[in-house]
């Protein structure tokens, strides 16, 4: 995997044939991908049974008087009583992940802690545990028709409800979703 084929910091959008219904209609953020493998948030499904407020106070942080609304997210299968933020890169702690020139992924409690104090990045999205890929099976699941990708767009990230995300993403793209077959044909 070169840097040049690198997904880091690209969207993923579930092809309407995908098989595992954990990712059904899913868009990712791709964080990082080399030729070790790949990993993931998804963006689009928010969980219902844990609010931001309730984890600040499960983790015993403070909050500011007017503690923001911010949604979780199931950011995929793998670890998911793990918590990872994805926000803009204009907060950055030792521990924080790069991205791209404008987004970044820290997994440390003091980024809760600064959203909770208003200090925090500019945009953000938490996620609880994330979608990771082997070496070379992110590359064979998208020959495979199950997977689209597309430039991260800010807007569709941070600023979009989550059950527009995906039909959002598929027409910045071009693509009619109501033209897209569940059947995958190959020439």
Known sequence: MTAS?????????????????????SVIYICTHDSAGAMGLIINQPIDF???????DQLEITAAPEVPEVPIHCGGPV???????????????????IVSETLALTATVDVLKAIAG??????????LGYAGWGAGQLESEITQNA?????????????TDVDQKWPRTMAMLGIDISM???LAGHA
Do not use: K, Y
């Open 147 to 159: 997977w689209l990708t597309a430039e991260a767009d800010e807007e569709i990230i941070f600023h």
């Open 50 to 56: 844990l609010t931001f407020e309730g984890l600040l």
């Open 79 to 97: 670890e998911p009583g793990r918590g990872f933020v994805l926000h803009s890169a204009d907060f950055v702690q030792d521990s924080t992940l």
């Open 118 to 127: 208003g200090t925090g990045p500019r945009n953000h999205l938490l996620a």
């Open 5 to 25: 084929l690198s997904l880091s910091g690209q969207l993923l959008l579930a092809m309407p044939g995908m098989t595992d219904p954990r990712f059904d209609r």
């Open 180 to 182: 897209l077959s569940s």
